[in-house]
C-alpha cells in the first residue's frame, strides 16, 4: 500500500515517461506502514451519509460496440468480461456493506435504458445483510452520457421525502450537461427523529479530456483541463440548492461526490462561497473534509500524489450538525493490480484478486456523521372561550410545523396531564359550576417533537349572583382608582354594567364599553370586556376582584389592559398568572358579591 516501506531493491534502472523505475530481479525487504482499515473510523452521529465512486459500475460488457448511453450510441467503458463483472460486484457490495451509511451517494453508474445498476447493487447488499436493508432512488436514465450518479439509503434510518430533483442545462445552462453529469438532489426524513436533510450527488467534468471546444483549454495553472467548466457548475449547484429545488422547506443541504476539483481549486471555492458569489456571508458552504480531517486529507493517488476530488461540503445550518468526518482509505492507497480489471494481467497476478473492499475503486469513500436537529412545531390553543354552565363550546386549536410535517392534536379538556382528546376543533362541555377552568392542547409531528399552548374556558351562570365594587389599589404606577358594577339580565347572553379605572399622576383613564363575559365563584369575580383607554377605543381589559367578607380575607382588585395587537399595556399586579386571583388589597372602598 502507499506509504508502506521497500528496502535493499535489487534490479534494473529503467527510465520511461520521464520517470526512473526499479524493475525488481529478485526480493526485497518490505516493511508495512499503512495498513489495511477493516472498518471506516467512527465519525458519530445518528446518521451517517457517504459518496464514493464505483469506478465504472456498467453491467452491459463493454465489447467494444458503443451501446451504452440513453441512446446507446456511447462506449460502455466498464467490466470487459462477465468474469470481470462478477469481480467488481463483489468489490463494490462488500465495500458499501462496509460503509453501512444511512444515505450513500454513488458516482458512475449506468446510464441505459432497460439497465439499472442500483437495482443490481441494492438486492446484492439486502443479501449480504440478510433483509431488505437499502433501498434506492429509481430515477432512470439522467443526462446523456453513459454513466450517472445516483442514490442508495438504509430503509431503516431514513425516508426519501417528495421526489428527486435534476440539475442540468435546463435548469441553468451555467451547468454544461455534455461536459458535468448532470446533479441529483433528494430530501430525506431521518425516521426517529423527522427532521429533514437534502442531499445532492454530483460528477463533475474530469480533467482527463480537453474542453476546448466551449473555451475552456488548460490553462497550465494546476487545474488542468476544464477548470472553468467545473467552476460555472459549481455556481450553478449552489444557486440551484439555494432554491430549494425538492421544496424541502429545510434549510440544511450537504453537497456530496466526485468534483473532480482539488479543495483549492475555483470550483470548490465556487462552491464554499455560496450563492452569493461572497465568502464571509449567511449563505457559505464549509468544507467538511477540510475542517474535520486538515490539510493533507486524501482520497485520490495520482502520480503518486495524493489530494481529494470526493467532496462533502455543507451549508453552515448543516455543518452544525456534523459530528465527524472520515476518508475510508480502502482504495487510494492500494496497487490498481488487487482491482477487478483482468486486462494485461499475467496469472500469477489475477491470483492476487480478493473479493473485498480493498481496490474496489480507485478513489476512497468519503462518510459524514450527523446529529441532525429537527425543529419542533408549535400550536396555538385559541381562546380565551366563554360558555354557559351546562352548556358548551367548541375549542380550536391551530399548529405549525417548521418541517412540514403532519401533526397531530389532542387536548386535555379536565386539566388532569392526559390529552385524551382528539382533534384540533373539539368540544367542551361545562358542567353546573362556574369558574375559570384550563384546557390544554397538544401536537405531536412523525419525529415525536410535541407542542404544548394552553387556555382558559369561562363558565358564567346568567341567573346567578351580580358584583359591585368601588376604591383604590396602589400599583407600580401611581394610585388605582376603581368603580364597576356588573351582572346579567334575563335572556341576554352578555353581562351588562360599569367600569371606571384612573391613575391620576399619570393621566391614566380606562372607561369599560362592553363586556363579554362575567364569571362569579363564591367571592371570586371575573369581568372581561372591552373598552376606551385615554379616549381611544379597541382596549381590552380583564377585571379580578374578591369579596374578602365570603373568602374569610380582605378585598382585592387587580385590571389587566391589552391594546388591538394583545399588547399588555397595564397591570395593576404584574408578574401574575392571567387567570389568578388577585391579591392586592384595597386601601379603601369595597368589593360586594350580591
Wanted: hydrophobic share 35%; aromatic share 12%; net charge negative.
Amino acid at each position: 500500500r502507499g506509504g508502506d516501506m521497500v528496502a535493499n531493491v535489487t534490479g534494473v534502472l529503467d527510465y520511461s515517461y520521464e520517470l526512473y523505475r526499479i524493475q525488481p530481479t529478485q526480493g526485497a525487504d518490505y516493511t508495512p506502514a499503512n495498513p489495511r482499515p477493516a472498518a471506516p473510523d467512527e465519525v458519530g452521529g445518528r446518521l451517517n451519509v457517504a459518496a464514493m465512486n464505483t469506478l465504472k459500475y456498467l453491467m452491459t460488457i463493454d465489447t467494444g460496440i458503443d451501446i451504452c448511453g440513453p441512446e446507446r450510441d456511447v462506449e460502455c467503458g466498464g467490466a470487459d468480461a462477465a468474469e470481470e463483472l462478477g469481480r467488481q460486484r463483489a468489490k463494490l457490495l462488500q465495500a458499501l456493506y462496509g460503509l453501512d451509511a444511512s444515505v450513500i451517494g454513488l458516482n458512475e453508474l449506468e446510464n441505459t435504458p432497460g439497465v439499472e445498476p442500483l437495482a443490481d447493487i441494492v438486492a446484492g447488499l439486502n443479501e449480504l445483510y440478510g433483509y431488505e436493508a437499502y433501498a434506492y432512488i429509481d430515477t432512470g436514465v439522467i443526462g446523456t452520457d453513459a454513466i450517472r450518479v445516483g442514490f442508495i439509503y438504509r430503509i431503516a434510518d431514513v425516508t426519501p421525502l417528495g421526489s428527486y430533483q435534476i440539475l442540468d442545462s435546463t435548469v441553468n445552462p451555467l451547468f454544461l450537461d455534455t461536459k458535468n453529469r448532470p446533479s441529483l438532489a433528494q430530501t430525506f426524513e431521518e425516521n426517529s427523529t423527522g427532521a429533514i436533510f437534502t442531499v445532492a450527488v454530483n460528477h463533475f467534468k474530469s480533467k482527463g479530456s480537453a474542453c476546448d471546444d466551449v473555451g475552456d483549454p488548460d490553462l497550465g495553472d494546476g487545474a488542468g483541463n476544464c477548470n472553468l467548466t467545473r467552476m460555472y457548475a459549481a455556481q450553478a449547484l449552489v444557486d440551484w440548492l439555494a432554491t430549494d429545488p425538492t421544496g424541502s422547506g429545510d434549510p440544511d443541504f450537504i453537497i456530496l461526490g466526485d468534483l473532480n476539483s482539488y479543495t483549492m481549486e475555483d470550483p470548490i471555492d465556487a462552491i464554499l462561497a455560496g450563492p452569493d458569489d461572497t465568502l464571509g456571508t449567511a449563505d457559505d458552504y464549509t468544507n467538511l473534509i477540510y475542517d474535520h480531517l486538515g490539510l493533507f486529507a486524501y482520497s485520490y493517488v495520482y502520480d503518486g500524489q495524493n489530494g481529494y476530488l470526493d467532496h462533502a461540503l455543507a451549508n453552515l445550518g448543516m455543518a452544525a450538525q456534523v459530528t465527524g468526518v472520515t476518508d475510508w482509505h480502502i482504495n487510494a492507497d492500494e496497487a490498481d493490480v488487487v482491482d477487478y480489471d483482468m486486462t494485461f494481467k499475467p496469472v500469477s497476478q489475477e491470483a492476487l484478486y480478493e473479493p473485498n473492499a480493498y481496490r474496489a475503486s480507485d478513489h476512497d469513500a468519503v462518510i459524514v456523521g450527523l446529529n441532525l436537529l429537527s425543529q419542533p412545531p408549535t400550536v396555538d390553543a385559541g381562546g380565551p372561550y366563554s360558555t354557559s354552565v351546562n352548556n358548551g363550546v367548541w375549542v380550536i386549536a391551530a399548529g405549525y410545523d417548521p418541517d412540514g410535517r403532519e401533526l397531530i392534536y389532542a387536548w386535555d379538556l379536565d386539566n388532569d396531564g392526559y390529552f385524551e382528546t382528539p382533534g384540533y376543533e373539539v368540544w367542551y362541555q361545562a358542567g353546573a359550576e362556574t369558574g375559570i377552568f384550563t384546557i390544554a392542547v397538544q401536537v405531536t409531528d412523525t419525529g415525536g417533537l410535541t407542542a404544548t399552548d394552553y387556555a382558559v374556558v369561562a363558565v358564567y351562570d346568567p341567573a346567578g349572583d351580580f358584583v359591585t365594587g368601588g376604591g383604590w389599589v396602589t400599583t407600580v404606577d401611581g394610585k388605582g382608582e376603581f368603580s364597576f358594577d356588573a351582572k346579567y339580565r334575563r335572556n341576554n347572553p352578555y353581562p351588562i354594567g360599569a367600569f371606571t379605572y384612573l391613575i391620576e399622576n399619570t393621566g391614566l383613564y380606562f372607561t369599560g364599553t362592553s363586556y363579554d363575559w362575567l364569571v362569579i365563584n363564591g367571592g371570586f369575580s371575573w369581568l372581561r370586556g372591552t373598552g376606551t383607554f385615554n379616549g381611544t377605543d379597541g382596549y381590552t381589559f380583564l377585571l379580578s376582584a374578591v369579596d374578602g367578607e365570603l373568602t374569610g380575607g380582605v378585598d382585592t382588585f387587580r385590571i389587566q389592559i391589552w391594546d388591538a395587537t394583545g399588547v399588555l399595556v397595564h397591570d395593576s399586579e404584574p408578574g401574575a398568572a392571567e387567570y389568578a386571583a388577585p391579591t392586592t388589597p384595597l386601601g379603601g372602598g369595597s368589593i360586594t358579591v350580591h
